[in-house]
C-alpha cells in the first residue's frame, strides 16, 4: 500500500499509517494549501466526489474552495480555526454547493500548512448511526459523575464500558490495558450476552505497532466503518505530486492499515471505535468497541469522546496520585516501626522482629544484611547468593545505583538464578559504605497464569511469503516461568525508605565502633 515497501513483523513498528493515501467511503475529503493571498483552491480531493456530492473531482479539482463551500461557511471555519475549544473532531454544519446535497457535517484541521476538511457522513441506508442521543454537555455531566466514584484504573474500566455499552450500543465495548512490555490486556468488557468474552484475555504488542501508538497520542478517537468498504484515492493536480505524501494522522476519515484490516476479518468483526487512555504522553490503554455490522459513529458523539479521553486520561493520572499518597502514608508507617526496632532498645535490638518486618513490607521470602562486610542478620535459605551480590556490588553494574531490582533473575541476573533457581526475585538495597554493605531481599518464583489471545508470536505467512495478521484467536494459556512477583512502585519507595533507615543505623554502629577505639 506504500510504494514498493513490504509490511514484516520488523518495520511493522515505523509502517507509515498517515501517508496511506486513501480515505474511507462514507466521507469526502477537501484539501487545500494555505496561502498567503487568501485564495484557496482544491488541491487534493477524495474520487468519492461524483457518487456522494454529484460532481465529478475532475471538475472541482484547481477550483476555488468556495466553488464548493460556501463564502459563509469558510468564513465561520476560518474563525473556527483559531478557537481555543476548535479541534480535528469539532463538527461544523456546512452549506455547499452541489446538486446532491445543501448542507453537511464536517471536521476540520490544519496540519503541514494545508487546511483538510472533511465531509461526513455518506452512508449507504443501511449503516446504522449510533449517537449519544442527549445533547454533548449532559453526556459528559453524566459520565463524569459516574467516573468519580471509581477508586481504581479497574472501577474506571468498568464505569467505562458500561456507559458506552448503554449509549452506543456497539456490540462489544472493551477497556485494553497495556503492560510495561506492552502487551495489552481486556480489563474490562461489556457485550451482547451471545458472543464469548474477551475479558481477562492478553495479545501481543506487535498487535498495535509503536508508530500507530504514537499517533493515537495526538488522535483520540478513530472509527471504521465498514472493513469491506473499498477505500477511496486521493487526486491532485498539485506538481510533483507523485512526491507528494498526505498527511493524514489527524484525519477522521483516514483507511486503516490493511494488516489492521485483515486483524479485524480474521475476528470477524466488522466496524469499530476506539478512544485512546493516554497517560504521560504515551498511550496507556485504549476503548475499544467492535461492531459485527457495519456502524457508523455521528461525528458530534465523536467529538464528545475525543473530550472524554482527555477526561478520561487526566483521572488516571489523579488516581495514580491518590495510590501513590496512600502508598507514601503506608511507607512512612513502616518506617517509623522500622526505626522504632532500630533504635529505640538499642542495648539489645531483636533482629528477628526487624527481619519480619521488612519480609512483610516487601513481601519477600527471604532476607539477608550485611553492614561493613559482616552479615548482620538473616532468614530464609539464601546464604550461597552472598558472595556473587558482594562481587556485584563491586563491579560497576551495582556500585552506583542506591537499589537494584529483578523479578526476573534468570534474564536479568543469570549467575545469580543459577544453583537455587526457586529464587527469582530480588531487591537489593545498596547502603554507601567502604566495605560491603546491603539489604538484599528475595522472591521465589511465582507462576502467574496469562490467557493469551491465540498463541503468543503466532503469525500466519501465507503462500504469498508476506506477513498476514493472525487467523486464530483461540484461548492459549501460558505460564509464566522463572518470575517473581513483580517489584511495585511502593517496594521500590520502600526499599528507599528502608535504605535512609540503614544508612542512619550503619553510621549509628560506625560511630560506636569509633568510641570503642578512643
Ligand atoms: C492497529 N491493532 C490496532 C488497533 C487495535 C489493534 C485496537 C487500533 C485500531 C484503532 O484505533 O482503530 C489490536 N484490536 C486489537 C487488539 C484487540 C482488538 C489487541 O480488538 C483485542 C481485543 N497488527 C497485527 C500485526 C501487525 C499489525 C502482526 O496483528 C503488524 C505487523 C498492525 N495494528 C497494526 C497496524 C495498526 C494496528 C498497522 C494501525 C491501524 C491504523 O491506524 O491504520
Redesign the pocket.
Known sequence: AYGDQE???DN??R?P?HL?GHIQSHGVLVVSELTTNGIQTIDFLSENTSQHLGIEPGILLGQPLDALISEHSLEMLRQALTSPVHNSQTYYDLEIHSPRVKSVQASCHENGGLLFIEFQPFLPPDFTSAAFDVDGKDVVAEFTTRMLRAQSFDDLATVMVLFFFEKLNYDRV?V?KFDDDDH?E?VAEAKQDHLEP?LG?N??A????Q??RY??VQNRC???TSILSEPVPINTMLQDSSNYQLDLRFSNL????P??????SN?G?EA???M?IVKDNKLFG?L?M?HYEPRYCELRSREVINQLSFICSDYVKLLDRVEAALGTERSQDIRNLINVHLFDNEQKVNYDDVAASILHVLDGDGIYVAMNGEPLFASGLLHEKIDLITQGLDSSRLSNSQVFYSSNLAKDWPEMFAGDSRICGLMLINLPSDRPSFIAVFRYERAKLVRW?GRKQE?SEADDGR????RSFKEWREYTKNQSLPWSNFDILNAKNLRSVFIRYLLRMNERYLAKLV
Do not use: K, Q
Open positions: 509490511v514484516t513483523l511493522c513498528d509502517e499509517i496511506i472493551m485494553y495489552g481486556v474477551f484475555l495479545y501481543p506487535s498487535d498495535i505497532p508508530f500507530a499517533l493515537y478513530r472509527i471504521i483516514r483507511s486503516m492499515s494488516i489492521h484490516i485483515e486483524y479485524l475476528m468483526i469499530s471505535l476506539t485512546s485504549m475499544i467492535h489471545a503469525y506477513l498476514h495478521a493472525r
